[in-house]
């Protein structure tokens, strides 16, 4: 997909995808049950969300449940308004995904 999200320009959906906006934190979930790794996310975003970052990393591995996971997870209703945009930070490594989180507004 190399559209922008609604919401997002075509400048700063580039930069993203290119990897020039950087990641600013990362959640590395190797070792984690899904459950406590659902957690983990939600708690993650939410808390990269409130103190102002732009661009997060989540690792999941290669393969495993958490990969599979993830997509459901962060298309949840809760998570939907924290999130402006998503890409692999390689075309080759589908074990991590770089999250643009929308700005706080308040």
């Given amino acids: 997909m190399n559209a922008p999200p609604a919401g ?9 995808r290119g ?4 990641a600013e934190a990362k959640l590395d979930l190797h070792g984690h049950t899904a459950a ?8 993650f975003l ?3 969300q409130a103190t102002g970052l732009r661009c997060v990393e989540i690792v999941t ?16 209703p809760a998570m939907r308004p924290l999130i402006l945009g998503l890409a692999h930070p390689h075309a080759r490594n589908v074990g ?7 700005r706080r507004r308040g």
């Fill in 36 to 43: 406590r790794a659902h957690t983990e996310v939600t708690r």
């Fill in 19 to 22: 990897q020039k906006i950087r």
């Fill in 8 to 16: 997002l320009d075509k400048s700063t959906w580039s930069k993203f």
């Fill in 46 to 48: 939410e808390m990269a």
């Fill in 61 to 76: 591995g290669n393969g495993e449940i958490l990969a599979r996971e993830l997509p459901h997870w962060l298309n949840t």
């Fill in 96 to 102: 991590a995904i770089r999250v643009l989180l929308r």
